[in-house]
């Protein structure tokens, strides 16, 4: 399966701003929709982004609509996510995924609203952001 590393997070006051990173050196990681997701303390896992595998579609949930950017380089081996107006209800350790099928590998790829919901099983360390006065 795919490791992606993330990176870009930290400590920002609120109405600031960040910039995350997720990146997969992987020859096959063009192929695939990515997606953020994040975690709170004591709280379940959130979708918070995702594109599909052209970039040309994206989709947001609501508590960040309007404030984050999800978009991938030209490459599509780095995604990243632009958080503008940050508030302290957005600290979280931050996920990314795909949406590669974990049960067939290869290029075969999950429903992807059912991923952009609740990913692919497959998580990383994540990145801390944490929103602070």
């Known amino acids: 399966q795919l490791q992606f590393v993330e990176s870009g997070g930290g400590l920002v006051q609120p109405g600031g701003s960040l910039r995350l990173s997720c990146i997969a050196p992987?020859?096959?990681?063009?192929?695939?929709?990515m997606g953020w997701f994040r975690q709170a303390p004591g709280k379940g896992r959130e979708a918070v982004a995702c594109i599909t595998e052209s970039g040309r579609t994206t989709q947001y949930s609501d508590s960040v609509k309007g404030r984050f950017t999800i978009s991938r380089d030209l490459l599509k081996k780095i995604v990243f996510l632009q958080m503008d107006s940050l508030r302290p209800e957005d600290t979280a350790v931050y996920y990314c995924?795909?949406?590669?099928?974990?049960?067939?590998?290869?290029?075969?790829?999950?429903?992807?609203?059912?991923?952009?919901?609740?990913?692919?099983?497959?998580w990383g360390q994540g990145t801390q952001v944490t929103v602070s006065s």
């Open positions: 995924a795909s949406d590669q099928s974990q049960k067939h590998q290869g290029t075969v790829r999950i429903p992807f609203q059912w991923f952009c919901e609740h990913g692919n099983g497959n």
């Open positions: 992987d020859p096959d990681s063009g192929n695939f929709g």
